[in-house]
């Protein structure tokens, strides 16, 4: 019974994903709606700017996050591992 939590942790990493790929996309359609409303070359590079920089931020945060997630849900899946697994001295067979 020890693996569903490491199951339900590995739910919650792909909902995690799911959910900012979900939300990337509607900021990637509301940037191409910015971009296409833009009425001068200056106002379109740096709605541009602004587009890149913000993605940039949200993907490392992103990545620290599901980097921190996968690194708890290992951690937890190796300590169900061990519990109960551990061997005597005198348990080896001769």
Known sequence: ???????AAWMELMTETTRFMIDR?????EAQQAFLASRTPQEMVTLQA??????IEQYMAQSTRLTEMMSGTTKQALNE???GHA???????L
Do not use: C, I
Not at 25 to 29: A, K, S, W, Y
Not at 50 to 55: A, W, Y
């Open 1 to 7: 019974m020890g693996a569903v939590p490491t199951q």
């Open 25 to 29: 996309f509607q900021q990637d359609l």
């Open 50 to 55: 602004e587009f890149v920089r913000n993605t």
């Open 81 to 83: 591992l061990k519990s």
């Open 87 to 93: 061997r005597k001295y005198d348990d080896v067979p």
